[in-house]
């Protein structure tokens, strides 16, 4: 793999998803391990992140000087690419002066190296005080900026090289060439990481994992468990059984999603717990957000047992066990709760809905190596519903934390029919890929007078909640456009019986959430 050293300013993982999309296989791996650590990795090229420190600052990570005789070709990146410098021989000065965002970059002399196919003039993205002033011996300048004298390096003989801005931050221009430079230049690999030799691998891997064995999957109509079971699919056919718990908080035709189309096109078999009664008993009289959670979250794990039962019992009986369940872990999920590699933890992941914590199955996690765009892509090649595929993110507990109340059948079926005008508005629009997800939300108990034909009315408004965002992390409003507002205004005060009111959110994360509750 190319390893990215993490030196923990959260640019890590972006650099290792360009690296993949320049078809070659990356991972992250953690700022503290040693030189030998990173050489056991067996390591086609090294490129080290960005990071918060100055090179100067009392305990900043460093890096060893051995590891630039190892052989492998490096790229340091900012921060990685001082230390790099500073561990060379180089001078690092702190100069007080700050570069912060777009800074124009100048070619020295004519783009090559990992330059080539810049322009001379070229806009790049920047965030450093200190600055290299003396490039370390054998090493060519190949650029600079008005505050680093160097702003890249390259010791071609070595295949070392360096910049000071973030290529793989899309603010710089040229970033994924300059990185692609240093991939398929610099350290000569081969673009061989495709979505076709994804599955494949995955699939022998599953099928070595599980042998004859049993296998259970929960489907929770999102991307990432129905390409996990359709990988465990392909790679075991009918030893894998899929559970579906409908618990009624999904949006319009999403559970037919699953139960039709997604068999359809799988041919999985599917075990399905119609338990929308069980939710709306035990969320009856509920208001408070947490407490509707906490509900849902617990009923989910039991109707998912009382399922699981049922595929245990109907296992036995054919003579088999079921010893495998799957899981739709990620690899940010990976990197972020530590990586099982003593990588920084920086959050431990929630999962709510999520599964009993007495497991009695070996975990089978098909998609533990993969971002999300490579699973969408890996859903594709498997030739799932684009409906599926494609879909934003939705929360676990669903429409059951978007009404803003208690939640009733009654209500549920308004904000269905909302949510579904204003999704298919904006899909016909084309603006599904400029929103990261759109909620929509019933205050159930809020009421103003409206009027509507010749009455008064006395209705419940809806709120609508379209963001932009990278990780959902941090999120801005989006600016849709009017047009397409009153469209979907108009549809839902129409069509909608019981709201006359459609109001935008136009507050960005922080300081609100994206959910309301
Ligand atoms: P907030 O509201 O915290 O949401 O800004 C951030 C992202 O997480 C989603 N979300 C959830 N996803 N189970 C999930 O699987 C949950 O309980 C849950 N709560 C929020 C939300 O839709 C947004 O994408």
Redesign the pocket.
């Known amino acids: 793999p190319v390893l990215v050293v993490d030196y923990g300013a959260q640019y890590a993982q972006l650099i290792a998803r360009r690296v993949r999309e320049a078809n070659v296989y990356s991972e992250i791996v953690p700022h503290t391990y040693t030189t030998e650590q990173l050489l056991a990795k067996n390591p086609a090229a090294i490129i080290l992140s960005g990071g918060p420190s100055s090179v100067y600052a009392d305990g900043a990570p460093n890096v060893g000087a051995d590891l630039f005789e190892a052989g492998v070709p490096v790229l340091g990146i900012c921060y990685g690419f001082q230390a790099m410098a500073a561990a060379l021989g180089g001078k690092v000065a702190r100069t007080g002066l700050r570069e912060y965002g777009a800074t124009d970059t100048t070619t020295i002399g004519e783009a090559r190296s990992i330059l080539a196919g810049v322009p001379t003039l070229q806009n790049t993205w920047m965030s450093h005080g200190d600055s290299v002033h003396e490039a370390p011996e054998g090493f060519d300048v190949l650029a600079s900026t008005a505050g680093a004298p160097v702003a890249a390096f390259a010791n071609e003989a070595k295949a070392l090289y360096g910049v000071q801005w973030h290529p793989e931050v899309k603010h710089s221009s040229f970033g994924q060439t300059v990185l692609e430079n240093f991939l398929f230049k610099g350290a000569k690999l081969e673009p061989n990481w495709t979505t076709g030799n994804i599955v494949e691998e995955q699939v022998e891997r599953i099928r070595a994992q599980i042998g004859t064995a049993k296998v259970i999957c929960g489907l929770s109509g999102g991307v990432d468990s129905a390409v996990a079971a359709a990988l465990v699919q392909r790679a075991v056919g009918d030893q894998l059984t899929c559970v579906f718990v409908d618990h009624g908080l999904l949006r319009e035709g999403e559970a037919e999603q699953v139960e039709r189309d997604y068999v359809a096109a799988t041919g999985v078999k599917l075990h399905v717990a119609n338990e929308q009664q069980r939710f709306l008993s035990a969320l009856a009289g509920v208001t408070d957000p947490e407490t509707k959670?906490k509900i849902i979250g617990r009923e989910f794990i039991r109707a998912f047992e009382a399922a699981e039962k049922a595929v245990l019992a109907e296992a036995a009986a054919e003579g088999g066990q079921v010893q495998f369940l799957v899981q739709g872990t990620l690899y940010p999920d990976v990197v972020e709760s530590g990586g099982g590699e003593g990588a920084a933890n920086i959050k431990s992941h929630h999962n709510?809905?999520g599964l009993p914590e007495d497991l009695q199955f070996e975990l089978v996690e098909p998609l533990r190596t993969l971002f999300k765009d490579e699973v969408r892509a890996v859903g594709r090649q498997l030739g799932l519903p684009e409906e599926i595929v494609g879909r934003q993110?939705?929360?676990?507990?669903g429409l059951g934390i978007r009404i803003i109340g208690e939640v009733t059948e009654d209500r549920l079926a308004l904000l269905r029919r909302a949510d579904a005008i204003a999704r298919a508005e904006l899909t016909a629009a084309g603006l599904d890929d400029d929103v990261w997800?759109m909620p929509v939300v019933l205050l159930a108990d809020v009421r103003s007078v409206g009027v509507q034909g010749d009455g008064r009315t006395y209705g419940h408004p809806i709120v609508l909640r379209p963001v932009s965002s990278e990780d959902?992390m941090t999120a801005d409003w989006s600016r849709l456009p009017f047009d397409l507002l009153a469209r979907i205004s108009n549809r839902i005060t129409n069509e909608v019986d019981g709201v006359n009111r459609v109001v935008l959110d136009v507050t960005s994360?922080p300081p609100g959430?994206?959910?309301w509750e």
Request: proline share 21%.
């Open positions: 959670r709510v809905g993110p939705f929360p676990g507990p997800q959902a994360k959430t994206i959910e």
